[in-house]
Nanobody
Framework: QVQLVESGGGLVQAGGSLRLSCAAS????????MAWFRQAPGKEREFVAT????????DYTDSVKGRFTISRDNAKNTLYLQMNSLKPEDTAVYYC????????????????WGQGTQVTVGS
């Protein structure tokens, strides 16, 4: 069993920064790709960023490219999302997720999710 716990959300003004963390327990996640998703009020959950098991490969949705950086520390079993130049449209609940297969980039489903952390960006 895996437990994922996000932290680091909060209220920030447009142009500001936040760093989200996702701490995993119950099982080492170093062999699996991980990802961040977000869901804004009244909208579908959307993909934000993903990272391979060793951090060597990453991918982002177009709207956050150049502003967000996904990273991981396998020794600490923790995933991160550094968010810079935040915009009001980044306001959402952010979730981390573990991919079900070790194979990166194949569109495998996600089998574990955190409870989410709220990010609110004021204009």
């Amino acid at each position: 069993q895996v437990q994922l716990v996000e932290s680091g959300g909060g209220l920030v003004q447009a142009g500001g920064s936040l760093r989200l963390s996702c701490a995993a327990s119950g099982r080492a996640l170093s062999s699996y790709p991980m990802a961040w998703f977000r869901q804004a009020p009244g909208k579908e959950r959307e993909f934000v960023a993903t990272i391979s098991w060793n951090g060597g490969s990453t991918d982002y949705t177009d709207s956050v490219k150049g502003r967000f950086t996904i990273s991981r520390d396998n020794a600490k079993n923790t995933l991160y999302l550094q968010m810079n130049s935040l915009k009001p449209e980044d306001t959402a609940v952010y979730y981390c997720a573990k991919e079900s297969s070790p194979s990166y980039g194949l569109g495998n489903p996600y089998d574990y999710w955190g409870q989410g952390t709220q990010v609110t960006v004021g204009s």
